[in-house]
């Protein structure tokens, strides 16, 4: 038996034969944390954009807003990636919705490319981001 850690194998010697075995099982196994993403946007910053433009619609424990009219981003399964959010921020939420989930609300989401700076874009998409994929 041999180890390298350079390239994080080890080979196990059998019959003759190295197999390798690559180290750090993910945390879905078990294993090591994977690193938190880094995002676009900032997140604290885009708590208060939260909560001024969205907060009304959306329900976020994080920003303690429990609207009713969009999609509950708590109970959202797989959590949004952050590119959707800013696209859905950006081009409006149809832009970013099945046709199952465009049927099941009666509002759909504006665009808000005139109305926030794309910096405030990034940092909201940051925040919800954050927010909804905590790891451990």
């Known amino acids: 038996m041999f180890e ?11 019959a ?3 197999l390798p075995v690559v180290l750090g099982v993910p945390a879905a196994f078990g294993g090591e944390r994977a690193a938190t993403p880094k995002v676009i946007g900032n997140p ?6 939260f909560t001024t433009w969205c907060a009304q619609c959306h329900t976020l ?4 807003s429990d609207g ?3 999609p509950n981003f708590d109970r959202l399964k797989p959590p949004l990636a952050e590119a959707t959010i800013i696209k859905a921020v950006t081009n409006g939420g149809s832009t970013v919705m099945t046709k199952a989930q ?3 609300y009666t509002t759909t989401m504006i665009a808000y490319k005139g109305a926030l700076t794309p910096t405030q874009i990034n940092d ?3 925040f919800v981001y ?4 905590k790891t451990g």
Do not use: Y
């Open 102 to 104: 465009i049927a099941k």
């Open 68 to 70: 009713a009219i969009g």
């Open 16 to 18: 003759g034969l190295a």
């Open 4 to 14: 390298r850690r350079l390239g994080r194998w080890i080979g196990v010697a059998s």
């Open 130 to 133: 954050t927010s909804t994929n």
């Open 61 to 64: 424990k994080a920003a303690g």
């Open 44 to 49: 604290t910053s885009g708590k208060l954009v």
């Open 124 to 126: 909201v998409a940051a």
